[in-house]
């Protein structure tokens, strides 16, 4: 147990080994203190604007990349691949994609896509399933296979075959 | 826990937390910057609402652990030192800490004159002699020099409020 002379010798020894004027002073120290704590803030803040900022560029370059979906029934996607074009400028052949579409629907597409006319509608309206690639008259012989329909184009410059049974 | 209640509790501890620090780590540089360290993370906590029941314990808990993990960063080859530090803090280490702060303070308030004959004797070695020609001063002034420093310290560590009464001589 060391006595009070000794403590006294002990603490003065090391004050002197380790004094600098103007070290520790308190109201400086109490101003770093409280500018840190302000900084915190301002980092913090900053932080949390820079990702708002990615979150909003993320969210714009995601809905500009993706693909627009069609909200119309029935029509997913309406792709051309290598149309064969005519010297009227119609569609030989085409890709369509049809899902739970009613068949008046898909037979307007028919017509505007390879430019043809369709009879044969029947009064009930059933629904189409398809995605097909090809020319207008397998189209329609494979719609009236699968639905059991009779649907006829009326006027096909592409298929001589159709143009025989027109006949 | 409001800021001035804060203020208070870092005027009475900020310097005997850097005298405990400093015994420590032997570097003033890195015990400016734990304690800080220490005082603005307590000042977070209670910004958010926590309550500590004895905030000289914390601090001093704090700043011990923070020097711990500052000696192991710098990896200090003296690995002897980290293993004679206590894990804990110690009641007799935190008396030794306030009572370098009080002579620290002292030391600070001497007139310049004085301090500096005080530590180029004490902390320098030299001799009255040895100061009286390096200053350019008396043998006598050094002495003066010196019995004031030491009156001043040790009236430093009395327990205020001591008064000393001198009766006239009838």
Request: proline fraction near 3%; include cysteine.
């Amino acid at each position: 147990m060391k006595t009070n002379e000794e403590k006294f010798e002990d603490s003065m020894r090391f004050v002197v080994a380790h004094f600098e004027k103007g070290v520790f002073i308190r109201h400086k120290a109490w101003d770093k203190i409280m500018e840190k704590n302000r900084f915190n803030w301002r980092r913090m803040l900053a932080a949390a604007s820079i990702a708002c900022a990615i979150l909003a560029a993320s969210a714009f370059i995601y809905t500009s990349l993706s693909p627009s979906l069609h909200k119309d029934a029935g029509i997913i996607d309406n792709i051309e691949t290598d149309p064969s074009l005519t010297v009227d400028g119609s569609v030989s052949t085409a890709k369509l994609e049809f899902k739970d579409a009613p068949l008046s629907d898909v037979v307007r597409e028919i017509e505007t896509t390879y430019g043809v006319s369709i009879s044969g509608l029947p009064e009930n309206e059933p629904t189409l399933t398809l995605s097909y690639e090809g020319s207008a008259s397998e189209l329609v012989e494979t719609i009236n296979d699968v639905l059991n329909t009779s649907l006829v184009i009326e006027d096909d410059i592409h298929d001589e075959t159709f143009k025989d049974k027109s006949k | 826990m409001d800021k001035a209640e804060f203020k208070i509790e870092f005027d009475r501890n900020y310097l005997p937390l850097c005298m405990y620090a400093l015994r420590i780590l032997k570097n003033k540089d890195e015990t400016e910057d734990i304690v800080q360290q220490s005082f603005v993370s307590v000042w977070e906590l209670l910004k958010t609402g926590k309550e500590i029941d004895n905030i000289k314990s914390y601090l001093y808990k704090s700043v011990h652990n923070r020097c711990i993990d500052r000696l192991r960063k710098l990896n200090t080859e003296n690995t002897d030192s980290i293993e004679e530090i206590s894990e804990y803090v110690a009641e007799d280490d935190i008396d030794t800490s306030e009572r370098d702060a009080i002579l620290w303070a002292a030391v600070e308030n001497l007139p310049e004159k004085c301090r500096e004959v005080f530590l180029l004797s004490k902390r320098d070695g030299l001799s009255h002699k040895e100061i009286s020609e390096k200053l350019n001063i008396s043998v006598k002034t050094i002495e003066n020099h010196m019995t004031k420093a030491f009156t001043r310290l040790r009236d430093a560590l009395q327990p205020k409020g001591r008064k000393v009464f001198f009766l006239p001589f009838l």
